[in-house]
């Protein structure tokens, strides 16, 4: 097969919810709403971060990674979706197309290393509070953030590459919210089987990998729970983790849903639906989950709220 691409597609039109019109009005509104408070809930996170210094430890850094992540791959989807709801159908070119494709691919994929690093942070910190100093130094903080964005970068390009030197001869309607790969591989005009055999080990390995881990921390984290002398303590830790394991699933179940399978026998509402599920749902819940429910966070917010009152009154 020719590795160059001959398409003749020079742009291509977003159905999005097209099948719904009298849906169209109420859609835009629920997913502005939804998309203004993601942004302010993690923008919020990454202040606060930001300008307190005593959350200048790991934890806290990862998850001020996790928002940046949250609000880019949030404003990937969120905006060109918005522009499809308004106008019912719309048109985007052939290199803006590959853009979102590659940025959606670069952040999620980023996403996906970044939570299973998150997990080894907590499994760390909790398993083995002594020596969490050690293991956690600024080096290996450094080297796991590191590693989430440039694994992030090696997916994207790899994918959205190899994804575009396919040829496009029509028809060139999509029928997603976004240029997601599964959706816009059902538009080429040439042999995707190579191509889905990569997908299918790479979901493997980007996807289910990273969650088994993750599970797998959460187990040994659960056992120490467990062995806590306070109840309270117990409660605590344990509502913390079921939270982490319910946006962790919701992200790692519906990614790994709509790309282990880029030709799917879903159908193509199924998919948006899906698709929502980890560029809409998990962005909006993860302030929420990580961050309002934690009272450092809370003390932090409080104090620089403060901090603004008392400078306004001086």
């Not at 009298?22 to 939804?34: I, K």
């Not at 913390?240 to 159908?267: D, I």
Request: include cysteine; proline fraction near 4%.
């Amino acid at each position: 097969m020719k590795r160059q691409n001959q398409s003749s597609v020079a742009e291509f039109i977003l159905l999005g919810f097209s099948n719904f019109p009298e849906l169209q009005e109420q859609l835009f509104g629920v997913f502005l709403v939804v998309y203004l408070v993601t942004l302010l809930g993690n923008v919020i996170i990454i202040l606060i971060i930001s300008l307190e210094q005593s959350l200048h430890v790991p934890m806290y850094l990862f998850l001020q990674n996790l928002s940046v992540l949250d609000v880019s791959f949030s404003a990937v989807i969120m905006p060109e979706m918005l522009v499809v709801l308004s106008t019912e159908k719309t048109s985007i070119s052939f290199i803006s197309c590959f853009a979102q494709m590659y940025f959606i691919l670069f952040f999620g994929g980023t996403e996906c290393f970044l939570l299973g690093v998150m997990a080894y942070d907590r499994f760390a910190a909790i398993c083995h509070p002594l020596n969490y100093p050690m293991i956690m130094n600024k080096r290996a903080f450094m080297k796991l953030i590191m590693f989430s964005w440039v694994s992030g970068i090696m997916v994207a390009t790899v994918q959205t590459t190899w994804v575009f030197s396919f040829p496009f001869c029509g028809p060139n309607e999509i029928n997603h919210i976004s240029c997601e790969t599964p959706a816009v591989l059902e538009l080429a005009c040439a042999d995707t089987f190579l191509f889905e055999i990569y997908a299918f080990t790479g979901t493997i390995l980007i996807v289910m990998v990273p969650f088994v881990l993750i599970l797998l921390s959460y187990i040994r984290i659960l056992f120490a729970i467990l062995k806590m002398p306070s109840a309270t303590g117990r409660q605590k830790a344990f509502s913390t983790c079921a939270s982490h394991l319910t946006s962790v699933t919701l992200f790692y179940g519906t990614a790994n849903m709509t790309y282990l399978q880029p030709k799917s026998g879903y159908s193509p509402e199924t998919k948006k639906l899906m698709s929502l599920s980890y560029s809409l749902l998990t962005p909006l819940l993860n302030p929420l989950i990580y961050s309002l429910r934690n009272s450092e966070m809370k003390k932090a917010l409080m104090k620089l709220w403060h901090r603004k009152v008392d400078s306004h009154l001086l």
